[in-house]
């Protein structure tokens, strides 16, 4: 998969990125989260096959079985944070090292929950839709074992192959973090037109927390999967200078909007062919 374009320029209120650093409000956010990476065996950590290695005193980490064309264009997912059979997906979708459109559906939200019960003819979670193929359907485990056998090697690990306790461990890890994300915030704002993006991975307490919170604002948003041995860790230290995730841009916001761009022009330079308007 091509790379995305260069981020824009961060907003005047960004945080300054610190490594290992944890905000005193979100301690509690991150502790929970360490416990369900726990429970669920680092599930989601590592990119299928991973495999690490080392030459001339340089370590990489790359996959043995992952093919190396990625899928044209990004699957599209349907689903809330908070629950367990949505978790074994996202776990899965790290795994296989896709691209994947997040469409969040917790309690209160409608749009997508909407959407769902009219092309699939029920409100069920997690739902999948693969625009490189034309699969799409419900169902944890049928989803998993589509993704292992479309994007790896067909394989399906035993972390997501234990039936009822794979289910029951993934529920735990949301009971840790107090099932955050499976309802709708109040008052909460819509969307921008341009989705926003989030390099992250499922097994990691630190992306969690945004993860929620992107869930409970029900903002769709491009998943740039990033577990242990995905090429996409190379492609934001490329962006960025350094790997560290989280890493959220939304092109919707920043220091000037495309149109205040464009005003600001016409207001210096109105002879320009932008801003030149025609008499029909």
Same mark, same amino acid.
């Given at each position: ?24 409000? +979100? ?9 369900? !990476? ?7 950590? #590592? ?49 296989? *090292? ?29 739902? !999948?839709?693969?625009? +490189? ?28 192959? !234990?039936?009822?306790?794979?289910? #029951? ?49 029900? !903002? ?15 492609? #934001? ?14 092109? +919707? ?5 495309? *149109? ?12 320009? *062919? ?7």
């Amino acid at each position: 998969m091509a790379s995305s374009s260069p981020p824009p320029p961060p907003t005047p209120d960004a945080p300054t990125p610190r490594l290992f650093y944890v905000r005193p409000d +979100n301690a509690l956010k991150v502790i929970g989260g360490s416990l369900g !990476l726990a429970v669920r065996a680092g599930a989601g950590a #590592l990119v299928a096959g991973y495999k690490p290695s080392a030459a001339g005193g340089t370590f990489s980490e790359s996959s043995s079985v992952l093919p190396a064309t990625r899928p044209a264009k990004p699957l599209v997912v349907y689903e809330f944070t908070a629950c367990p059979f949505c978790r074994k997906v996202r776990e899965a979708l790290s795994m296989v *090292d896709v691209d994947v459109v997040v469409k969040p559906t917790p309690k209160g939200e409608t749009a997508h929950r909407g959407y769902v019960s009219d092309v699939g003819g029920k409100a069920m979670f997690p739902y !999948l839709e693969d625009p +490189n193929t034309g699969w799409a359907g419900y169902e944890s485990d049928a989803i998993v074992k589509y993704l292992f056998e479309t994007y790896a090697d067909g394989s399906v690990p035993l972390s997501l192959s !234990l039936g009822g306790l794979t289910t #029951l461990t993934a529920g735990a890890a949301s009971a840790f973090r107090g099932m955050s994300g499976s309802t709708a915030v109040e008052g909460r704002q819509p969307p921008g037109p341009e989705l926003i993006e989030l390099w992250a991975y499922e097994a990691s307490p630190f992306c969690k927390v945004v993860s929620e919170r992107l869930c409970e604002l029900g !903002l769709p948003h491009l998943l740039h999967t990033a577990a242990r041995g995905s090429v996409k860790r190379a492609e #934001l230290k490329e962006l960025t200078g350094r790997f560290q995730v989280p890493y959220l841009v939304d092109p +919707n916001t920043g220091p000037e909007t495309k *149109d205040e761009v464009l005003e600001k022009l016409c207001e210096e330079t109105p002879e320009s *062919d932008e801003c030149r308007t025609y008499d029909v």
